[in-house]
C-alpha cells in the first residue's frame, strides 16, 4: 500500500511537470509601425511641430535682424543704446530658448495623448490574443536571444488589429546563433 501511494505521489509531480507552458513572442516595433492610427498619430505629431518650428523659425529671423543691424551700427551707437539693444538682444535669446523648451515639452506630452491609445489598443489585443489562443507568456522579441520563428505572433496580432504586413524594421526575428556557434563563447 505504502508503494502504491508512493507511486501514486510521483506520478503526480511527475505529471505535473510534464505540463508544457505556451509561450509566444512578438516584435512590437513592427506592429505598432503597420498600425494606421500609429501612421496617422505621426503626421498629427508632425503637423503640431511644424507650428512651433514655424512660430520659432519667425523668432529666429528677428532675432538675426537685431544681431546683424546691433553689429552694422555698433560704432555709431552711444553707450545707453548699446546697452539697450544689448539687452533686447539678450532678453530675446532668453524667449527663444524657453520657447524651444516649452514647445519641446508641448510635443513630449501631445505625443504621449496621440500614443496613449494605441498602447492601450496594442496591449489589449496582445492579452486577448494570448487568452484566445491559451499562451502563458508573450515576450517582446527584441528581449530574446533565440526563439523558434513558429512562436512569433508578430502577424497574427498585425492581422487582428488591422495593420498592414509590409512594414517591417530591420529586425523583425531574435537572433538565431551561427551553425556550430557555442553560446556564451
Not at 505540463?19 to 503637423?47: F, I, R, V
Not at 489589449?124 to 522579441?141: G, H, L, R, S, W
Amino acid at each position: 500500500m505504502k508503494k502504491f501511494i508512493l507511486m501514486a505521489a510521483v506520478g503526480l509531480f511527475v505529471s505535473l511537470g510534464v505540463n508544457a507552458q505556451k509561450m509566444g513572442y512578438l516584435n512590437s516595433t513592427q506592429l505598432l509601425m503597420s498600425l494606421p492610427a500609429y501612421e496617422k498619430a505621426g503626421k498629427d505629431l508632425q503637423a503640431y511641430a511644424k507650428t512651433f518650428e514655424d512660430a520659432f523659425g519667425t523668432m529666429q529671423k528677428d532675432y538675426q535682424t537685431k544681431v546683424t543691424a546691433y553689429q552694422k551700427d555698433f560704432s555709431t551707437m552711444s553707450d545707453a543704446i548699446k546697452d539697450a539693444k544689448g539687452s533686447e538682444i539678450q532678453a530675446l535669446e532668453k524667449r527663444m530658448m524657453e520657447y524651444q523648451e516649452n514647445s519641446n515639452k508641448k510635443i513630449g506630452e501631445k505625443e504621449e495623448q496621440l500614443m496613449a491609445p494605441i498602447t492601450a489598443s496594442i496591449e489589449k489585443a496582445i492579452n486577448d490574443y494570448a487568452k484566445e489562443n491559451n499562451f502563458d507568456y508573450v515576450y517582446k522579441a527584441e528581449a530574446l536571444l533565440y526563439a523558434k520563428d513558429a512562436d512569433n505572433i508578430t502577424k497574427a496580432l498585425i492581422t487582428k488589429m488591422g495593420g498592414k504586413l509590409n512594414a517591417t524594421p530591420a529586425a523583425t526575428t531574435p537572433a538565431k546563433p551561427a551553425a556550430g556557434a557555442t553560446p556564451g563563447r
